[in-house]
């Protein structure tokens, strides 16, 4: 239902845009009335948040160790959700996977619609 794409491998300081497609049509269809999420999991470790956008897009919302250098944006017209990544970091290296909740959330397991993740890896 989900399908992110961008990912890479990267310098430290680089950037990085991902894009996530609702593809499934009863998904899609009703895109505008999910809160989407993004999270990371690098190897050896839990799956963890990185940032969410509500349902119009007016309130974000980022992990710490993130802020200020990431940015999700969403286009409901095309069912699109991105995430800016900007002075990425070796220590941002991880598959990231974007998600869907109809609750406003960023515990992962709220979130309903998942997609299979995209590899990003940052060298130093």
């Keep these: 239902q989900l399908a992110e794409s961008g990912g890479g491998l990267v310098q430290a300081g680089d950037s990085l845009r991902l894009s996530c497609a609702a593809s499934e049509p009863s998904f899609s269809s009703t895109f505008s009335g999910y809160v989407m999420g993004w999270f990371r999991q690098a190897p050896g470790k839990e799956r963890e948040f990185v940032a969410?956008?509500?349902w119009g897009g007016?309130?974000?919302y980022y992990a710490d160790s993130v802020k200020g250098r990431f940015?999700?944006?969403?286009?409901?017209?095309?069912?699109m959700v991105y995430l800016q990544m900007d002075s990425l970091k070796p220590e941002d290296t991880a598959v990231y996977y974007c998600a869907g909740t109809e609750i406003d959330t960023w515990n992962p397991d709220e979130f309903d619609y998942w997609g299979q993740g995209t590899q990003a890896t940052v060298s130093s």
């Design 58 to 60: 007016l309130s974000t």
């Design 52 to 54: 969410r956008i509500t």
């Design 71 to 79: 940015f999700i944006s969403r286009d409901n017209a095309k069912k």
